[in-house]
């Protein structure tokens, strides 16, 4: 049977996004404070009287700019009840709520979802387990990538999670097969299957119909060959469902 190399989408890090995002929000706000402070300061000093340090003139309008400026940024985002803090926490918390409204339909559901645990593809006797086995055709030892489930024909297939749809396509050993992409470097095969209901590149939920029992390629009787790779490594099915 030949092997099928199962990859993972490159999918940018949502977490890295936002915290680059929220270090920039912090850097904005610090930065509007110590501006603040600066036209403060420089508005205090026309108040009050001249210094005779450098005798009034341009030198002591540049000494006391210069002075305010480090002053300013060095009381800048100091303390949690600071200008920069208090405007950080607003700014903060209108942004969750636009970006609660201007919300993907269905994308906290994905996220929920793909936190549970998978469900079976269906309701089927397990006929082969993941290991070592006698060959069916030849008699020899060989090993078993996966996990059989004798079924009847045309017995629906589900998805055991969420997930894209990365192949569809019709092969000497798997028959008709497809792989679905879960993210986070796990995917699931589904093989020997009579019909296929999806495309490649959809996107499925978890526990939806995907596919019909069958016995294509190379099989002995109506059932779902199935796998599940971590990072190109496969795993033991009957394990994976009890994480």
């Not at 110590?34 to 009034?56: N, Q």
């Not at 079976?120 to 060959?135: A, E, H, Q, V």
Request: aromatic share 8%; with cysteine; charged share 30%.
């Amino acid at each position: 049977m030949k092997d099928i190399s199962i990859k993972s989408f490159d999918q940018p890090s949502a977490l890295k996004i936002a915290d680059q995002k929220d270090a920039k929000l912090k850097k904005a706000c610090i930065d509007f404070e110590a501006l603040f402070t600066y036209e403060m300061l420089k508005s205090m000093r026309k108040s009050i009287e001249k210094c005779d340090l450098f005798h009034g003139g341009q030198a002591e309008e540049i000494y006391e700019s210069m002075l305010d400026q480090e002053l300013s940024q060095n009381m800048a985002g100091k303390g949690s009840n600071s200008i920069s803090e208090t405007l950080y926490n607003q700014l903060k918390n209108i942004n969750l709520t636009e970006q609660a409204k201007n919300a993907i339909p269905g994308t906290i559901d994905r996220v929920r979802e793909t936190s549970t645990r998978p469900v079976w593809p269906l309701d089927g006797k397990i006929s082969s387990s993941f290991g070592f086995r006698k060959d069916p055709f030849t008699g020899k030892r060989k090993f078993h990538a996966g996990m059989d489930l004798a079924a009847k024909e045309g017995s629906d297939i589900k998805a055991v999670m969420s997930g894209r749809v990365q192949m569809v396509d019709e092969q000497k050993g798997y028959g008709k097969v497809l792989v679905l992409d879960h993210g986070e470097g796990y995917a699931t095969l589904y093989a020997h299957n009579s019909d296929i209901t999806v495309k490649s590149g959809d996107w499925v939920q978890k526990g939806a119909i995907i596919a019909k029992v069958g016995s294509t390629g190379r099989s002995t009787g109506p059932h779902l060959h199935f796998e599940v790779r971590k990072d190109g490594q496969r795993l033991d099915p009957e394990k994976f469902f009890k994480l």
